[in-house]
């Protein structure tokens, strides 16, 4: 399974932009995506995931409001839009597939696969 992530770009803050992630590979039925975020100098952090059969979200409390994830089955895509960007979401953002639940999904351990990363600049 392969990921390529793109959509990132330079927004001013309270700008939009629309993250896709898109799975190519071997048949692919993962239990989650998920996105997650590392900035300049910080750990890489959880932004949110979705269940890929019920569609199931859960988002970061830093995210939660502004940011909207979504997939699209048949075309083994998810997204991420994101609304009313600040400065502080600055960060290459990465998709993740998981294979299996475990927990709440909301550390990287769970996930199998990971994409490239996409950069998201917010210019305050």
């Known amino acids: 399974v392969q990921l390529q992530a793109s959509g990132g770009g330079l927004v001013q803050a309270g700008g939009s932009l629309r993250l896709s992630c898109a799975a190519s590979?071997?048949?692919?039925?993962?239990?989650?995506m998920g996105w997650f975020r590392q900035a300049p100098g910080k750990e890489r952090e959880f932004v949110t995931r979705?269940?890929?059969?019920?569609?199931?979200?859960y988002y970061a409390d830093s995210v939660k409001g502004r940011f909207t994830v979504s997939r699209d089955n048949a075309k083994n895509t998810v997204y991420l839009q994101m609304n009313s960007l600040k400065p502080e979401d600055t960060a290459v953002y990465y998709c993740a597939a998981a294979r299996k639940s475990y927990g709440g999904m909301l550390s990287m351990q769970p996930y199998d696969y990971w994409g490239q990363g996409t950069q998201v600049t917010v210019s305050s």
């Open positions: 590979g071997r048949t692919f039925s993962p239990y989650a």
């Open positions: 979705i269940t890929w059969s019920s569609g199931s979200t």
